[in-house]
């Protein structure tokens, strides 16, 4: 018995209604019976053009190929499925021996559904065929290479979670004519993109979410829209091993190399090395490091903060060993600069004063004469000699007491100076470390 499908379409200045008969139960007679549909692939596929046409989709992520900081692009692999209703087909699947049969595209009418930051052509491979159903549902999915604009935000990189959008609507049909619904729960959509995901590269999937934008303009006559936010987070083990290690190794021996004598030159020589080997580790380093002119990376500020502190130090170092190498050159100490360093900031620094070193014995004492070469000579004369010779070798002595005692203040003044300046370094050195770990710990929560 032969099977009738019915066609209705209903258009502004035409309504007609298409009965066609399968002659046999298979596809072929189907094909041959649907053959008047497919000249109206320009009509949108409803009896009623004051009736939108609802679009359900969803995609299914694939891959995460990359993004780029200095264009701020996201590149990602999506699979993208979407489906309609064409109320101009219908069939029974039992007589005409079919439930669903794939056709060209070029046969149907399709709904021009387009990502709004799509910033290059698609370069995945076309699917020229979709699916109908017996119901007159029509099933389309494809392949899409997404290049897409994002906003990014590298402030805390490499700790940095990224949120991008991909918003799907019609460039041709105002609301009155599509409406786009998602066809699965964000939640489906999510698990289904960790389950398929190809890509385990640098970033990591952490979550799809659905908006659907509301309007409450009744005349329909906007573009329905539905956005999806794709929320992905940097994996950054390859940046801590790489670039944070290191750089907390340097200054945790530039931190050390405080425990080397002051005066000696070796320690200047070993900061100036370090120095110039941190600096030849950035310039290697740097093309792991993005490129953006939007904010600064917290990661720049800790480089420049590590290369900060050393060259601190090194000017630390260059101070007090001028300090101890020109203390026997230098005027005696100021009384109220002793007071203030070497008991004030000496008390605070742990470091108590040096006691004074005993007055050594003078030498060149007057050494007696021979009797016999001066008994020529007149008593008042000699005297007066003695008493000169005398006199003469105590102000030597005392120069001698003097010049030793104001080189010890200087040295004990450099010394409780780098004892300041180490502790201050290290206050510096931790709260600022403290400070760029509870931002990157606080980012990575989010």
């Given amino acids: 018995m032969p099977t009738l499908i019915l066609f209705i379409i ?95 595209k070029e046969k149907f009418w399709l709904p021009d559904i387009v990502i709004n930051e799509f910033m ?79 890509t385990k590269g640098e970033w990591e999937l952490l979550d799809i979410t659905v908006l659907k934008e509301e309007n409450n303009d009744t005349s329909g006559l906007y573009t329905d829209k539905l956005q999806y936010d794709i929320t992905v987070r940097r994996r950054s083990t390859m940046y801590v091993v790489n670039l944070l290690l290191p750089s907390c190794f340097l200054i945790t021996v530039d931190l050390f190399s405080f425990l080397l004598p002051p005066q000696s030159t070796d320690r200047s020589s070993f900061k100036m090395t370090l120095i110039l080997g941190y600096t030849v580790f950035l310039l290697l380093m740097n093309d792991l490091l993005p490129v953006t002119g939007n904010s600064i990376p917290l990661i720049n500020v800790f480089f420049t903060l590590c290369l900060a502190l050393m060259v601190a130090s090194l000017l630390e170092t260059i101070l007090i060993t001028n300090l101890l190498c020109c203390s026997a050159d230098l005027p005696p100490v100021p009384g109220w600069f002793k007071v203030l360093v070497l008991k004030i900031l000496g008390f605070l620094v742990c470091m108590p004063r040096k006691k004074k070193r005993k007055s050594e014995p003078m030498t060149g004492t007057l050494v007696p004469k021979d009797p016999a070469d001066t008994a020529v000579e007149d008593k008042a004369l000699q005297e007066l000699q003695c008493v000169s010779e005398v006199l003469q070798a105590i102000r030597a002595q005392v120069e001698r007491q003097k010049e030793g005692q104001s080189s010890e203040d200087w040295l004990q003044v450099g010394f409780v100076i780098d004892r300041l300046l180490f502790g201050i370094y290290i206050i510096s050195l931790s709260v600022s470390f403290i400070t760029i770990i509870l931002l990157w710990v606080k980012a990575y929560k989010i």
């Fill in 10 to 104: 209903s258009m502004p200045a035409l309504c007609c209604t298409y009965k066609v008969n399968c002659s046999n139960p298979d596809q072929p007679s189907l094909l041959q019976a649907l053959t008047p549909v497919f000249n109206l692939n320009s009509v949108r596929p409803v009896f009623d053009t004051n009736s939108p046409t609802d679009i359900y989709m969803y995609f299914t992520l694939y891959g995460i190929l990359g993004v780029d900081e200095k264009a701020q692009l996201l590149t990602t692999y999506i699979w993208l499925h979407y489906w309609w209703m064409n109320e101009f087909i219908s069939w029974d699947p039992i007589q005409c021996g079919a439930d669903k049969i794939t056709l060209p």
């Fill in 120 to 198: 290059e052509e698609n370069k995945a491979p076309t699917v020229p065929y979709v699916g109908l159903y017996s119901d007159g549902t029509i099933h389309d999915s494809l392949p899409v290479k997404v290049v897409s604009s994002c906003n990014l935000n590298i402030y805390t990189f490499p700790f940095d979670i990224q949120n991008c959008s991909m918003t799907f609507n019609s460039y041709i049909y105002y609301a009155m004519d599509i409406k786009i619904f998602s066809g699965r729960s964000a939640e489906l959509i999510t698990e289904l993109s960790k389950t398929v995901m190809t």
